[in-house]
């Protein structure tokens, strides 16, 4: 995931739209993938994750998109609502036990 | 999620204080893990441990121990706290006796702490 300072890229959208969350990630080798969804005053919540043999992958609402040619990782979140507000990051895994995680977009809904 | 707990939630304390973050779960899981995390960073891991015996620092551990007393206790310790030790800490555990090398990662609440 890319640093991007003390202030955290914000998307905001109107509810019932849709969201598109990127992350650019930095080991080529990296397999595993994983999004992360932070309340404030929360820990990290496992949001969805996917292999790297993987381009695609749906849970409920949400689609991870990995594009290995550029290292890039999207999340989209249909229909957006306004419990999706949080913090977003990426995490990717370099090795069975670490991980490197991004620095995280702010989502905010509008109502 | 209450699986993993973590206390203090808050703590305020003043440089050269020994702190001490305590962090329990009732997942199961044979690994744990201590992370800060600052403004504008990622998670960074302080330390990391595999089972009770296993301890392994991470890529931040000057200025903290740890201990794992129990399976399902983790502590972290900041001997001599200094301000650029405040930040937020979060436990995580994980899944290993699986097999799988594909295995997420579940947080605590964390713990915020200020080093005037």
């Known amino acids: 995931g890319e640093s991007v300072g003390l202030h955290l890229p914000t998307l905001s959208v109107q509810e019932g739209d849709n969201s598109i969350i990127n992350c650019a990630y930095s080991?080529?080798?990296?397999?595993?993938f994983i999004w992360y969804k932070q309340e404030s005053g929360k820990g990290p919540q496992f949001i969805i994750d996917?292999?790297?043999?993987?381009d695609k992958r749906q849970g409920q609402r949400v689609t991870v998109l990995l594009n290995k040619t550029v290292k890039h990782l999207s999340l989209q979140i249909a229909a957006t609502q306004p419990g999706d507000s949080a913090v977003y990051f990426c995490?990717?895994?370099?090795?069975?036990?670490?991980?490197?995680f991004g620095t995280g977009t702010r989502l905010k809904v509008l109502a | 999620d209450a699986d993993v707990t973590q206390t203090p939630r808050n703590r305020i304390t003043k440089t050269g204080k020994r702190i001490m973050l305590e962090c329990s779960q009732t997942?199961?899981?044979?690994?744990m893990y201590w992370y800060r995390q600052d403004p504008g960073l990622g998670l960074r891991l302080i330390y990391y441990?595999?089972?009770?015996?296993?301890?392994n620092k991470g890529e931040i551990s000057d200025g903290y121990s740890v201990s794992r007393q129990a399976q399902a206790k983790f502590s972290l310790s900041l001997e001599s706290a200094i301000p650029n030790q405040t930040a937020l800490y979060f436990c995580?555990?994980?899944?290993?006796?699986?097999?799988?090398?594909?295995?997420?990662?579940?947080f605590g609440p964390g713990t915020r702490l200020t080093v005037l």
């Open positions: 996917i292999r790297s043999n993987m």
């Open positions: 997942k199961g899981h044979d690994r």
């Open positions: 995490a990717e895994n370099i090795a069975t036990y670490k991980y490197i």
């Open positions: 080991n080529s080798a990296s397999d595993y």
């Open positions: 995580a555990t994980s899944d290993q006796t699986s097999g799988s090398i594909y295995n997420e990662q579940f």
């Open positions: 441990s595999f089972d009770v015996k296993d301890i």
